[in-house]
């Protein structure tokens, strides 16, 4: 009979709340470190489990991966599909289609690979992030374990031959038949398994936490969701395993102690590390250590001194953590799209509803389904379905108490304490299960439970009995005998053809099929009916707020500002030319003088920020917008990595042009590429343009750090490439325009925006074109439009704010030029993307971003005259 490990649910419960957390409120700073405490908890309590079969002579991989599918992929299935189900209700097109991509590598435990590859950054939650991406640790855990139990398989069955054939050299049949040969013969392969499994662990935590070590700083993003950088905490724990017979004869005030500073290592942990640590390695090892420790403290017996572990809550929150975590990020996504301003009352709604579906998930589906009869085949046979463990990450036994005195042993390596036991198969006919059993495995053995392993006994000897009468068929092999029969030839002991046995034996499995999903029934239909009624309630509740949260206007509308145009409050009306910010006709005004077109721009966007539903006629349409990017851009292939692109075919406009213009800078310099090329395109052959650059590159002195790959090899030289080239033409104008955010160096140190500005201007000096220099702001940052853009959403919920580092920048760089004094010019860029402070996610019938920065290439094109008024209004055209 199985016992728990109360020390194991409770950091269960610790690591599943640290997680929840932090992701929620964003506190406490190193939650994320509750993923390495769930790493170490599964390498022990699965290498335990692989021991002890191995010991017992059970050992059969298809048993492994049945139980591990009955315990993860009903209820990881189920939140794969509802989420799946909500993304195509509730996000647009892009969005939904990634998120259904990302359903598909989880399902196939790859999601963290296709995460790495993203480049998703995990501790940015303000990104358009994905519903599923906590899958990433699942994909990890179950990468190791479908290569971790093979391996093992394989170094059991040739160290078992190995002692096999030396026994069979070294010792006679008659001291071999003695009692004391007999039992060091049976623990020697043991020993010699937990031995070489032992060395084989070391060597695999060390390789993966030297990798770690080196990608945690290369790449930290690849390092966060890698495998091979994750690999050292599962084998950690898998040593603990293996140890633990040492382990087991601590002393109690040893265990004592190491159970506390372990409880206090994690807790140090979670409060101190933060995002801006190399991680996992080194900083994810103070709570792999601390952890490990608290579960050598346990080996011993239970820790009833560590009572923030070991009390009736946090075994709960521990046997329901596996649901709370699988449920808890698609609540927070679909929550924060509805509600988009997080408060006090919207985080207690998620924390609320993500305990409320945890819970019905949890008896509806997960401890039903992995409790049912599916996927256990001959093992119905063997053994009554009272008497399974707990799933596998919730129950653990504790091992006999030590001996102490002169009589004190090491514990019996066949009867391991590390993991969760399954009990024993015993020879048919079988007696009982009683009080003995309970004992060796060191807990009580509740009356309910031996009723139910009574029954179901009883039953079997009845289905032993009618098979005896009905067939002169020999009594079916004892269990363990069966089990290393098969895996000499290969095959599972519960697994096989079931059709191959005669009719007495497959009658007998019918029986006992029908028998086991009979009382499975008879457990579960009280769950049931109530997890049902809480699906009901739940549904209610999300579809009254969603009906509340969506496409209203009450708290979502805007504030009409004092002064705007009165044709900008609605329809399709714009703004008189020469009409002033009153909305009076300036009688001074020359009818013949040429109108601003930011005028009209003016009017959309104001008519775009007052909107309440998303137009019908958008061209391109938000979707297309948002999933094509700049992949429409004529001028991408100049600002792509690898050498220094032609310049030549960067260049728009004729040849013969008399004036030649240069555009320069980062990823926001290519997405104004298309309003440049039509500048020079009605030129009228005055103007050329060349569009040249590298996106994530910021064309200023000092080097900005970028993570995406390749930016900061590429990114020295092609500004260096660019400044002589632009020097060598001497061209009559240098327009440059950089992002307008802060970062840091290439030493991660951080830069003000005045040393970004400074360094900025310092690049343009290298030009050698005083007085032509252009500083051309990018649009200020724009709602996240991969995030707030929905079909049941106002486009409102899209429309953001100036932000105060942009006004930062813009003030710096024009107290910076002036300065210099060298006559360059600064152009704002708000008067073709914001109105009234207000900078919506469309004008007239153009989206005008595909993210929170980077124009559209249409929409580019849309304000190419306002940008060249501007450039005229300088002087410089």
């Known amino acids: 009979m199985n016992s728990r490990r109360h020390d194991i649910q409770g950091l269960r419960a610790l690591a599943v709340i640290a997680v929840i957390l932090d992701h929620v409120i964003g506190w406490p700073l190193g939650g994320f470190a509750g993923v390495d405490v769930f790493f170490v908890i599964s390498g022990f309590l699965i290498t335990g489990l692989l021991l002890r079969d191995a010991a017992a002579g059970t050992l059969s991989l298809r048993r492994f991966y049945a139980k591990r599918m009955r315990r993860i992929a009903p209820a990881a299935v189920t939140v794969l599909v509802v989420t799946t189900a909500l993304a ?6 892009p969005r939904f289609w990634s998120t259904a991509w990302d359903a598909v590598s989880a399902l196939f435990f790859v999601s963290n690979w296709r995460f790495a590859a993203q480049g998703t950054d995990y501790f940015r939650q303000g990104d358009a992030v994905s519903p599923l991406q906590h899958f990433w ?7 190791f374990y479908l290569v971790w139990p093979v391996l093992v398989v394989l170094l059991v069955a040739l160290i078992g031959r190995r002692v096999s054939a030396k026994a069979g050299a070294g010792e006679d049949g008659e001291a071999a038949a003695t009692g004391d040969a007999a039992a060091r013969a049976s623990a020697r392969p043991v020993q010699r398994q937990r031995w070489v499994l032992g060395i084989v662990l070391a060597l695999l935590a060390a390789a993966s936490f030297a990798v770690a070590l080196w990608q945690s700083t290369a790449n930290p993003t690849v390092a966060y969701f890698s495998t091979l950088t994750r690999v050292w905490e599962l084998a950690f724990g898998g040593l603990l395993a293996v140890s633990a017979p040492l382990f087991a004869r601590l002393p109690t005030a040893v265990r004592a102690v190491l159970g506390w500073l372990g409880l206090a290592g994690i807790v140090a942990s979670l409060l101190l590390v933060d995002s801006t640590m190399a991680f996992p390695g080194p900083w994810a090892a103070p709570a792999v250590i601390a952890t490990a420790a608290v579960i050598v403290a346990g080996i011993g017996g239970r820790q009833r001194w560590l009572f923030p572990l070991e009390n009736p809550v946090s075994g709960f929150l521990g046997d329901i953590s596996y649901s709370l975590y699988l449920w808890h990020f698609p609540v927070l996504v679909f929550v924060l799209l509805l509600v988009p301003e997080q408060s006090l009352a919207v985080t207690i709604a998620v924390l609320g509803l993500t305990l409320a579906v945890s819970l019905v998930a949890y008896f509806l589906i997960e401890q039903p389904l992995h409790r049912s009869p599916w996927l256990r085949g001959r093992e119905l046979l063997e053994k009554p379905q009272a008497a399974e463990p707990e799933p596998e990450p919730v129950r653990a036994p504790e091992p006999e108490p030590v001996q102490q005195g002169p009589d004190a042993r090491t514990p019996d390596p066949v009867e391991p304490t590390t993991t969760t036991p399954e009990p024993a198969p015993a020879p048919a006919p079988v007696p009982p299960r ?9 807990s009580p053995v509740s009356d309910r439970v031996r009723a139910r392993a009574l029954a179901a006994e009883a039953e079997r000897a009845r289905l032993r009995a009618e098979l005896a009468a009905s067939t002169s068929a020999p009594a079916a092999t004892p269990a363990r005998v069966a089990a290393k029969s098969s895996a000499a030839s290969g095959t599972d002991r519960e697994g096989g053809a079931l059709e191959s046995g005669t009719e007495g034996e497959r009658a007998r499995l019918r029986d006992a099929r029908r028998t086991a999903w009979q009382g499975w029934r008879e457990r579960f239909s009280g769950q049931f009916l109530g997890a049902g009624l809480g699906v009901v309630v739940i549904v209610v509740v999300v579809a009254v707020t969603v009906q509340l949260s969506v496409k209203g206007e009450g708290p979502l509308a805007l504030a009409v500002p004092s002064g705007v145009p009165a044709a900008g409050l609605g329809g399709d009306a714009h703004p008189e030319p020469g009409a002033t910010d009153g909305g009076q006709t300036d009688v001074g005004a020359d009818p013949a003088a040429p109108v601003n077109p930011e005028d009209e721009l003016q009017a959309e966007l104001w008519n775009a920020a007052s909107a309440t ?15 094509e990017t700049s992949s429409r851009n004529p001028a991408k ?3 792509d990595l690898g050498g220094t692109p032609d310049f030549g075919r960067c260049t728009w406009g004729s040849g013969d042009a008399p004036n030649h213009m240069y555009l320069v800078g980062d990823s926001t310099a290519l997405a104004y590429a298309p309003a440049f090329r039509e500048i020079a395109d009605r030129s009228g052959g005055q103007w050329k343009v060349t569009t040249v650059g590298l996106y994530g590159c910021r064309f200023t002195d000092v080097l900005v750090q970028n993570d995406g790959d390749g930016v900061m090899d590429s990114c020295p030289q092609r500004k260096a490439d660019v400044a002589a080239q632009i020097a060598a033409d001497a061209p009559q104008l240098v327009v440059v325009s950089n992002a307008y955010a802060l970062g840091n160096a290439a030493d991660r140190q951080p830069l003000t925006v005045a040393q970004l500005v400074g360094s900025t201007i310092s690049l343009a000096s290298r030009f050698d074109t005083p007085g032509h220099v252009v500083y051309l702001a990018p649009p200020p940052l724009g709602a996240n439009l991969g995030a707030c853009y929905s079909p049941v959403k106002s486009p409102q919920d899209c429309t953001a704010g100036v932000d105060g ?10 107290a910076g030029v002036a300065a210099e ?6 152009v704002s860029s708000l008067g073709f993307t914001c109105a009234q402070g207000f900078c919506p996610a469309f004008a007239g019938t153009v989206p005008t971003r595909y993210d929170q920065v980077h124009m559209t290439p249409e929409y580019a094109v849309r304000v190419a005259e306002s940008i060249r008024w501007e450039l005229a209004a300088q002087g410089v055209m």
Not at 613 to 627: F, H, Q, R, Y
Request: hydrophobic share 40%; glycine share 8%.
């Open 434 to 442: 009683s009080a003995t059993a309970a004992g060796r495995a060191g």
């Open 613 to 627: 539903e998303w137009p019908s006629n958008l061209s391109p349409s938000m979707d297309a917008a948002i999933s």
């Open 88 to 93: 195509w209700l509730l996000f647009n097109q």
């Open 137 to 143: 640790s699942l994909s990890v855990e179950e990468q």
């Open 821 to 826: 004094g060298t006559g360059d010019h600064v």
């Open 637 to 639: 292939g100049c600002f």
């Open 805 to 814: 580092t942009w006004y930062d920048f813009q003030k710096s760089f024009e």
